[in-house]
């Protein structure tokens, strides 16, 4: 029929039962909670990578930038050197055309020389129409 279960053999067999249960329960709680702060360090970590990697590629925005500047400015002067370059050339034709006018001018200048130094050397010969 009906038996109460007030022996303490049960009550200190439940009791234990439940303290069993309950330690259980509570070392499995604590080995979670283990892996969720080692799960929340490494977010933490790599919240802070992630920060610097972002200052990083701020300074590397900010250093191709400058480098785009520099080009600009490079560009720039390779421009005007092209031009330089090309008007030296023009300059050089032009050198080239002259001296080739001085050295025909030197010539003459010379047989004039030639025809002066016999004139004076010989002004009868001149005179004569005798000059070569």
């Known amino acids: ?14 009791i234990g039962g439940i303290v069993l249960v309950m ?5 499995v709680m604590y080995g979670m909670a ?8 490494v977010m933490l970590q790599m919240g802070n990578n ?15 930038n400058g480098m785009n500047v520099s080009m600009i400015h490079i560009d720039e002067k390779m421009g005007r050197m092209d031009a330089s370059i090309k008007r030296m050339t023009q ?10 006018n001085i050295t025909a001018n030197m010539a003459r200048m010379s047989w004039d020389l030639g025809r002066t130094t016999h004139m004076f050397s010989s002004p009868m010969n001149y005179m004569m129409g005798m000059v070569p």
């Open 1 to 14: 029929m009906y038996r109460r279960v007030n022996n303490s053999r049960y009550v200190v067999f439940g």
């Open 23 to 27: 330690s259980v329960f509570t070392w």
């Open 34 to 41: 283990q892996r969720v702060v080692t799960m929340t360090e």
């Open 50 to 64: 992630v920060q610097i990697m972002t200052d990083v590629q701020k300074q590397m925005a900010a250093d191709i």
């Open 91 to 100: 300059d050089v034709t032009v050198m080239a055309a002259n001296t080739s």
